[in-house]
Structures are given as C-alpha cells and as structure tokens.
T-cell receptor, first 109, second 115 residues
Framework: DAKTTQPNSMESNEEEPVHLPCNHSTISGTDYIHWYRQLPSQGPEYVIHGLTSNVNNRMASLAIAEDRKSSTLILHRATLRDAAVYYCILYSSASKIIFGSGTRLSIRP | SAVISQKPSRDICQRGTSLTIQCQVDSQVTMMFWYRQQPGQSLTLIATANQGSEATYESGFVIDKFPISRPNLTFSTLTVSNMSPEDSSIYLC????????????FGPGTRLLVL
C-alpha cells in the first residue's frame, strides 16, 4: 500500500482556517485520497475524499495537487470540536484502510 | 450510512483469559474489518471478516490469537485469546456497505485492559 506523510501535530486558533497537509509521492493512478478524523474517545469518522479534482462538502474542502503527490485538507473555520487526529489515507481497490500516524490538531480558544 | 454498535464497551480482564467482542450493524454490509488501537497509537488492521469463510489476517496477526466469526451480513465477533497485558488496547469494528474504495464506518470501540 502506498504511504502518506503528515506532520505529527498542528495547532490553530478557533474560528480561523486550518490547512492540514499530506504527502503521498508514491500514489498510483487508481488510488483515492481519503481523510478521516478521530475525535477523543471515538472511532474514526469519514471527512472527505477525492481522486483528482478539488472537493467540497459541509465538513471540509480537499485540495489535490495537479501531480497528485500531495493534498491538503482545509477546515474553513475551526471550532473547538474540530480538535482530533486527522488521517490522510490512500485507498486502493483492496477495500481495506491502512492508517498512518495522522496529525493531531489542537484548537486554541 | 451505517450505525455500528460494539459490546462490551469496555472490560477489565485477567491474563490468560479470553474475551469475545461483538459488532452489530444496523444494515447489511459487504465488508467488515477489525482494528486494534494501542494506547497513544494509530489504528492497526487485524483482519477482514469474511461471511461464511475464514477471516483474512494481516501480517503479525494469527487466527489462534484472534479468532473471528462472521455468520451473516450484519454481525461479527472478535475473540482475544489467552490475553496478556500487551493486549490492552481499543478494538474497533468497521464496515463498508459495498466494498471497493468507498467510505467506511467505524464502531465506538471496545476498551480492553488486561491485568
């Protein structure tokens, strides 16, 4: 499975945008980029995913580089409830998710 | 989407004993998975639970230690056998409705402490 690289931790202020980077230089043409997050004491939850084009949903936006070797998850206006570990995952056709170490996001009030 | 429940939510067990964790989904799903999350760590995939056949284990996990059953499309169990303190972790069930590259849904986890 292709590997992703994320910063161990990031900090942001409440009500400001947050940009969470992910490098995936060995991505293959059929790998989808998925983001999940794990709130404290909960199981992971889906955030967003994309293949080539930028994607938006009610939770976040996903910006994918033209060469697909990196992507950025954008939280437009962080709240305290967004404090979590965010996982960037390359999802192949094998149907199973392999988690990396993720980025622990802290939000300052 | 799918709503997943796990039983028990937490347990404290003595070493050498076994614990069976149940995962129940509110709708029929194609794929079911079991993960382990050791304290302060990311999630590690244990196995894919296959309906009507033996589970598919990831490297480092064996059936004798983590037997898995999946009798139908909405239910699976994971047993942690002959437990040691190193088995103290959170065990999570996840599902995918149809398989492929779609969204997966995770249960709340079972917190296990082995003394």
């Amino acid at each position: 499975d292709a590997k992703t690289t994320q910063p161990n931790s990031m900090e942001s202020n409440e009500e400001e945008p947050v940009h969470l980077p992910c490098n995936h230089s060995t991505i293959s043409g059929t790998d989808y980029i998925h983001w999940y997050r794990q709130l404290p004491s909960q199981g992971p939850e889906y955030v967003i995913h994309g293949l080539t084009s930028n994607v938006n949903n009610r939770m976040a936006s996903l910006a994918i580089a033209e060469d697909r070797k990196s992507s950025t998850l954008i939280l437009h206006r962080a709240t305290l409830r967004d404090a979590a570990v965010y996982y960037c995952i390359l999802y192949s056709s094998a149907s199973k998710i392999i988690f990396g170490s993720g980025t622990r996001l802290s939000i300052r009030p | 989407s799918a709503v997943i429940s796990q039983k028990p939510s937490r347990d404290i067990c003595q070493r050498g004993t076994s614990l069976t964790i149940q995962c129940q989904v509110d709708s029929q799903v194609t794929m079911m998975f079991w993960y382990r999350q050791q304290p302060g760590q990311s999630l590690t995939l244990i196995a894919t639970a296959n309906q009507g056949s033996e589970a598919t284990y990831e490297s480092g996990f064996v059936i004798d230690k983590f037997p898995i059953s999946r009798p139908n499309l909405t239910f699976s169990t994971l047993t942690v056998s002959n437990m040691s303190p190193e088995d103290s972790s959170i065990y999570l069930c996840s599902v995918a409705m149809f398989g492929g590259q779609e969204t997966q849904y995770f249960g709340p986890g079972t917190r296990l402490l082995v003394l």
